[in-house]
Nanobody, 128 residues
């Protein structure tokens, strides 16, 4: 698996977690990347994304102001800092890559459909 999310766990509402996404072979180091999540029985939901340069970010409305995405291209890592977690944030979180539109250093995906390649997810459970 070239993209692997990790760092999930069980927390209480109001707490924080930081997820990591490893691009183990550096295959996607110059592509825009993002996160989406899928709760049990629900559709995939766009969380946010970051341009390949790191200069552009975009977030879904439900997480705006609470979550932040960063990346370290030297280490082939992308991170999702999640603060003030809520029970409705409970889901399996996946990191994905936009392999089609990532030419510009500022281009940032803004939908789940843009993230055409993804790997294994990590479960986040938030209790009230």
């Amino acid at each position: 698996v070239q993209l692997q999310a990790s760092g999930g766990g069980s927390v209480h509402a109001g707490e924080s977690l930081k997820l990591s996404c490893s691009d183990s072979e550096g295959t996607y180091s110059t592509y825009a990347k993002g996160w989406f999540r899928q709760a049990l029985g629900k559709e995939r939901e766009f969380v946010g994304a970051i341009s390949w340069s790191g200069r552009g970010t975009y977030y879904g409305d439900s997480v705006k102001g609470r979550f932040a995405i960063t990346r370290d291209n030297a280490e082939n890592m992308v991170y999702l800092q999640m603060n003030n977690l809520k029970p409705e944030d409970t889901a399996v979180y996946y990191c994905g890559v936009d392999t089609i539109n990532s030419g510009s250093g500022y281009y940032t995906p803004d939908s789940v459909e843009d993230l055409d390649t993804w790997g294994s997810g990590t479960l986040v459970t938030v209790s009230s």
